[in-house]
C-alpha cells in the first residue's frame, strides 16, 4: 500500500494514478492525477511517498539486456519509480521498477587476487620498454578499471574458485559433425560455468568450438570467440563463411578492424531456409549415433595396434634370420592365447638350464594344457621353443586383433555409421538455420561510432564476436555481460590480459593444449596471493585447472585426424600417454625422415649451414616426393637466425619460420632443424632445454601432415636422453632404411674435428704441417695446390701470410689513418698471383669460430673495404660451409677462363 504526502498533508485517498520523472528546468516531479481535480505537479522534493527505500552502490540491470551499469545511489518509491544517481554524472535519472532490477555488486576488485592481477598489469606498463608496449599496457590497465563487479561473471568464479554448475538444458545439435570425444565436450561445456576443452594437435577444436557455437546460437544467447592466435579465430571465420552463417559474426578487435568490419558487414540471407527435423527427431537420431561412436574409435585403435605387431614381427623375423634361429613347426596345438604364450615364455625364462621336475610337469599341464613336457626337458630345445613362442605370440596377436577389427566394421556397417553421420549433421545444420530464419529480422542499422550505443540491438543481428583477448573491453558496449566467452590457444594466453574476457561474460569455455607451446611470461617477481595465479608461471589454461582443480569439467579430445599415423604415433607415445585415436590411413607411405649432418661443430651464432646444406642434398637427390594437399612445405627451427638463413638457401615454395610462430598452422610436409652442435656452449643446458623442450618437439613434429623431416647433428641430444633423442630413436625403428641418411655433405674442414667422415682420410695424409700452425689453413693451402695442378691454373701460383700493405700500396692518398694502421699490422692467409710479373690477383682467406666476435667480423670489413678499394677480389672460406674445393675452383677460374671453358 503507497502513501503520498504532498506539502505535509496525506493526499493519498484523492489520488487515482502518480508517476515520477526528471524536467530539465524543474528538476525531480511527481505527477498526480486527482478523482475530481484533473492533475497536478510537484516538487518532489515537497512529497513523501511511502514506502520509500535508499540503495547505495549497485549495478543496475534491464531485462533481456546484456549491460550492467554500476550506479552511485537510488532512491526507490513505492517499489513503482526509482531516481538513479550514477557516478560522476550531474542529474539523476528515474525509471520504472518493472523495466529495471538491482544486483549487488561484489567485492571481487578488492580481494587479494584481483589486486594481484591489477598490479601485474600496473608494473608490466611501468616496465614496458618501447612506446608500442606502454600503449598495449596501458590499454589493459584501463579495461580492468571498467569490469564490472558482477556476481555473475566468469571472473568472479575464477577470483574466488568456485565453478557453478549448469543445468543441461534442451537437446544438443551436431551440424558440424562429432566423434566420441567432441561429444563430451560439447555436453561438458553446458554443465558448468566454466570449462576445459584440451585438445592436441589435429583433434578437430574447431570442430568443436563451432559445434559449441551453434548450441548457444539456439539457446538464443551471445559468444565471443577470442585468441591471441589469429590465425586460429580465422579458421572458426572460414568455417562459418563456408555454411552460410558468417553473416552472424562481427570481427571486431583494435580500431582498425572494427572500422573495416563496418565497411562492408556481412548481409542477412535473403533465402529461406530448407524444410528441418524436429529437436527431438535429432536427439533420436543421436541416440541412434551414439552406439556407434565407440566402436568407430574401438576400430582405428585396432588399426593402429595391427601395425605396431607388424613391424615388430619384422623385427624379430630379421633377429631369427640373422641369428640362425631355426624355424620350430606351428604351436597351435597347444591353443595358446597371447596372455598364456607370454606367461609360459616367462615360465621357461624362469626355469633357465633346470632339468624339467615332476613339479614343473604338474605346472606345465594345470597352467597351459601341456601333456607332453619332451619338447621342453633339452635345454637347446627349450630355447628354441621360447624363440617359437615369441613369433607364436605376434601370430596369434595379430589374427586375434584381425578377427575383433572385423568384428567392428561389421557393427558400424551394419548401423550405417558413416551415413548416420551424415544424416546428423544435415539434419543439425538444417534446424539451426531454420529457427535463425525465423528469428524477427534485427537492424542493420549500425557503424563504428554508433554500435554500443545499441548495443542489445547490435547483439540481436551479430550474436557472435570475435576479437583479441587485448580489445575485447574495448569492442563492447560498457558493463556489458556476454553469455559465453571461448578462448582459444589458451596455453599460449598470459593470464593478464587473459581475464579480461572474463570479466565481461557469465561463462568460460578455455580451449587449448598444455603440452604445446606456452606463453613467454614477463618476469615482474611479484607474489601471487596463491600459486595457481602466478602470472609468470602459468598460462591461462593451466591457471584455471590449478584454480579449479577437480571441480573443472576437462575433457581431452583424443581423435587425432592431421598427421599420418606414424607421425603422430610419436606424439601420443612420447606426449600423450597414448591417450590419443589416430584416425588417419597408412597406406605404406616414407612419413619420417632422419637427416644426420657430418661430425663436426657446425653451428655459429644460432645457425647451422651444415644443416642447410644436408637438406639441400637429400632434396635434390629425393625422387619420392611427398604427397601434397595443396598445403605446402614448411621448414622450421628454434631460433629466428637459422629461419633467415634458410630463406637465402632453401627453395622459395618453403614456408619458414620459427616454431613458435607455427603453432597453429600445417604443412604437407615439415623439416626440422634443430641447429644445435656439440660445442660446450651448445651444451649447456639452459639450450639444450630450450631447444630440446618438450612442448617445442611436439609442436614441431605435429605440424606435419604427410612427411616429417628431422635434420640434426650426430649425438647432439644424446647426453641428456632427452625428447629429440628419443625422436631420432623412434624415426631410425620406424622409418625405411632409405630414409635414415647420414653426412650426405662432407666439408674438407671436418678434418678440423677428432672425429671426421672416412673420406676425408686421404686429404687428411696430403695435409703439410709447414704451411701452417693452424690446420684449417693446412686443409686449404692443400686443397689450392691441387686446384692449382689443374692445366688451366698453369699460369697461376699462390704465396701465404702476405702482409697486407704488401698487396694494397700504402702510399694512396685515398687511405684513412684507421686503414693505414691496420694495413701496417694485418696480412692475408692466401695471395694468388701471376707466374710471370707476379701481380696479385686475388686473396683467399680462412675464416674459423673467432669471426663470429664483433671485434674481428669488425677487422673483416676493414680489410675487404682496403682490398675492394685495391680492385683485389677475396674469397673468404667459413670453417663451417661445404663445397669448398668448388668455391676455390671457380674463384681460380676467373684468371683461366679460356682454359676453363675448353
Request: proline share 5%; aromatic share 8%; glycine share 6%.
Given at each position: 500500500?503507497?502513501?503520498?504526502h ?36 510537484y ?153 576445459v576443452?584440451?585438445g ?59 572500422q ?42 585396432l ?37 598364456k ?74 548401423g550405417?555409421?558413416?551415413a ?51 580489445s575485447?573491453?574495448?569492442?563492447i ?7 559465453y ?29 598444455n ?9 615482474l617477481?611479484?607474489p ?33 585426424y ?85 630463406g ?153 701470410q ?17 686503414e ?45 673495404g ?16 661445404s ?20
Open positions: 500500500m503507497v502513501s503520498i504532498v506539502g505535509g498533508e496525506d493526499k493519498t485517498a484523492e489520488i487515482t494514478n502518480w508517476s515520477i520523472w526528471s524536467d530539465k528546468h524543474e528538476g525531480l516531479q511527481l505527477k498526480c492525477s486527482y478523482l475530481n481535480k484533473g492533475k497536478a505537479a516538487a518532489l522534493d515537497d512529497c513523501v511517498i511511502y514506502p520509500t527505500r535508499e540503495l547505495g552502490e549497485m549495478l543496475l540491470t534491464k531485462p533481456g539486456s546484456t549491460i550492467v551499469t554500476p550506479i552511485a545511489k537510488a532512491t526507490i518509491y513505492g517499489e513503482r519509480y526509482a531516481v538513479v544517481h550514477y557516478p560522476d554524472a550531474d542529474k539523476p535519472y528515474v525509471f520504472k521498477m518493472d523495466g529495471i532490477g538491482f544486483a549487488t555488486p561484489t567485492t571481487m576488485k578488492e580481494a587479494p587476487v584481483f589486486h594481484y592481477l591489477t598490479a601485474v598489469a600496473n608494473a608490466r606498463q611501468e616496465c614496458a620498454e618501447s612506446k608500442t608496449d606502454r600503449e598495449i599496457a596501458a590499454n589493459v590497465v584501463r579495461q580492468l578499471g571498467r569490469l564490472p563487479a558482477s556476481a555473475d561473471t566468469a571472473l568472479q568464479a575464477y577470483c574466488t574458485g568456485c565453478n557453478s554448475t549448469r543445468a543441461p538444458g534442451q537437446g544438443l545439435i551436431y551440424p558440424f559433425g562429432l566423434n566420441e570425444s567432441q561429444l563430451v565436450a560439447v555436453e561438458q561445456a553446458f554443465r558448468a560455468q566454466v570449462s576443452i584440451e592436441p594437435p589435429g583433434t578437430g577444436k574447431t570442430q568443436t568450438i563451432l559445434n559449441i557455437i551453434a548450441n548457444i546460437l539456439l539457446r538464443g544467447q551471445t559468444v565471443a570467440v577470442l585468441s591471441n592466435n589469429n590465425a586460429a579465430v580465422e579458421n572458426v571465420y572460414e568455417k562459418l563463411e563456408r555454411c552460410g552463417l558468417s553473416y552472424l559474426v562481427a570481427k571486431l578487435g583494435n580500431q582498425d578492424n572494427r573495416d568490419f563496418f565497411i562492408g558487414p556481412p548481409p542477412w540471407p535473403s533465402s529461406d531456409p530448407e524444410p528441418a527435423p524436429t529437436l527431438e527427431e535429432i536427439q533420436t537420431l543421436l541416440a541412434r549415433l551414439k552406439q556407434h561412436l565407440h566402436d568407430h574409435n574401438r576400430a582405428a585403435q588399426q593402429l595396434q595391427l601395425d605396431e605387431l607388424t613391424i615388430e614381427r619384422c623385427y624379430l623375423q630379421r633377429w631369427q634370420a640373422d641369428n640362425g634361429v631355426p624355424t620350430v613347426v606351428s604351436l597351435d596345438r597347444y591353443g595358446l592365447t597371447p596372455r604364450t607370454v606367461d609360459l615364455m616367462a615360465y621357461l625364462a624362469h626355469l633357465g638350464e633346470q632339468r624339467i621336475r615332476l613339479k614343473d610337469r604338474i605346472e606345465l599341464l594345470f597352467n597351459f594344457r601341456i601333456f607332453r613336457a619332451k619338447p621342453f626337458a633339452e635345454s637347446d630345445v627349450r630355447l628354441s621353443m621360447f624363440h617359437a613362442l615369441q613369433m607364436h605370440y605376434y601370430d596369434k596377436a595379430l589374427r586375434g586383433k584381425e578377427v575383433e577389427l572385423q568384428a567392428c566394421r561389421e557393427a558400424l556397417a551394419r550405417n555409421f558413416t548416420l553421420l551424415d544424416e546428423l549433421k544435415t539434419a543439425s545444420m538444417r534446424h539451426l538455420k531454420q529457427h535463425l530464419q525465423r528469428l524477427p529480422r534485427p537492424s542493420d542499422n549500425f557503424d563504428a561510432k554508433t554500435y554500443r550505443q545499441q548495443f542489445d540491438a547490435f547483439l540481436k543481428r551479430f550474436p557472435i564476436l570475435g576479437s583479441g583477448t587485448h575485447i573491453v574495448n569492442s558496449a560498457p558493463g556489458a555481460i556476454l553469455d566467452v571461448i578462448i582459444d590457444e589458451a596455453s599460449l594466453q598470459d593470464i593478464v590480459p587473459g581475464i579480461l574476457p572474463l570479466g565481461c561474460a557469465k561463462n568460460l569455455i578455455v580451449v587449448g593444449d603440452r604445446q607451446l606456452a606463453h613467454i611470461p614477463v618476469v617477481g611479484m601471487a596471493p596463491a600459486e595457481a595465479y602466478d602470472c609468470e608461471r602459468y598460462s591461462l589454461l593451466d591457471s584455471c585447472i590449478g584454480v579449479f582443480k577437480e571441480a573443472l569439467p576437462r575433457t581431452l579430445l583424443k581423435e587425432h592431421r598427421c599420418h599415423p606414424r607421425i603422430i604415433q610419436f606424439c601420443n607415445q612420447q606426449f600423450y600417454d597414448n591417450a590419443l585415436v589416430p584416425m588417419t590411413e597408412d597406406k605404406g607411405e616414407a612419413p619420417l625422415r632422419l637427416v644426420v649432418t657430418a661430425k663436426g661443430n657446425h653451428a655459429r651464432q644460432n645457425t647451422n649451414l651444415r644443416e642447410l646444406d644436408s637438406l639441400l642434398k637429400v632434396l635434390d637427390d629425393d625422387g619420392d616426393p611427398v604427397g601434397m594437399d595443396g598445403d605446402g612445405r614448411g621448414f622450421i627451427a628454434p631460433f629466428r637466425a637459422q629461419v633467415t638463413l634458410s637465402t638457401r632453401l627453395p622459395a615454395d618453403f614456408v619458414k619460420d620459427t616454431v613458435h610462430k607455427f603453432q597453429g598452422r600445417e604443412c604437407d610436409e615439415i623439416v626440422f632443424s634443430t641447429v644445435l652442435d656439440k660445442k660446450r656452449h651448445n651444451q649447456e643446458r639452459k639450450r639444450l632445454h630450450f631447444v630440446d623442450d618438450p612442448r617445442m618437439i611436439n609442436v614441431a613434429v605435429s605440424r606435419a601432415k604427410h612427411r616429417f623431416t628431422l635434420v640434426t647433428g650426430e649425438e647432439v641430444f644424446a647426453g641428456n636422453h632427452g625428447h629429440i633423442a628419443a625422436l631420432m630413436r623412434y624415426i631410425t625403428y620406424y622409418a625405411q632404411d632409405e630414409q635414415i641418411v647420414r653426412a650426405p655433405v662432407v666439408s674438407a674442414f671436418d678434418l678440423l674435428y677428432r672425429e671426421y667422415d672416412q673420406s676425408l682420410a686421404r686429404l687428411n695424409a696430403r695435409l703439410r704441417l709447414e704451411d701452417s700452425r693452424y690446420k684449417s689453413e693446412q686443409i686449404a693451402a692443400q686443397l689450392l695446390r691441387e686446384a692449382l695442378s689443374d692445366p688451366s691454373c698453369q699460369s697461376l701460383m699462390y704465396h701465404g702476405i702482409k697486407l700493405d704488401q698487396i694494397a700500396s700504402p702510399s694512396n692518398p685515398d687511405w684513412t689513418p684507421r693505414q694502421a691496420f694495413m701496417a699490422r694485418a696480412s692475408c692467409d692466401f695471395v694468388i698471383y701471376f707466374k710471370v710479373g707476379k701481380t696479385p690477383l686475388g686473396v683467399i682467406e680462412v675464416d674459423g669460430g673467432t669471426h663470429d666476435r664483433p671485434d674481428q667480423a669488425a677487422r673483416d670489413v676493414l680489410k675487404n682496403i682490398l675492394a678499394k685495391s680492385g683485389i677480389p677475396i674469397l673468404r672460406l667459413c670453417t663451417v660451409e663445397g669448398i674445393e668448388e668455391k676455390i675452383t671457380g674463384f681460380l677460374a676467373t684468371w683461366a677462363p679460356t682454359m676453363i671453358n675448353a
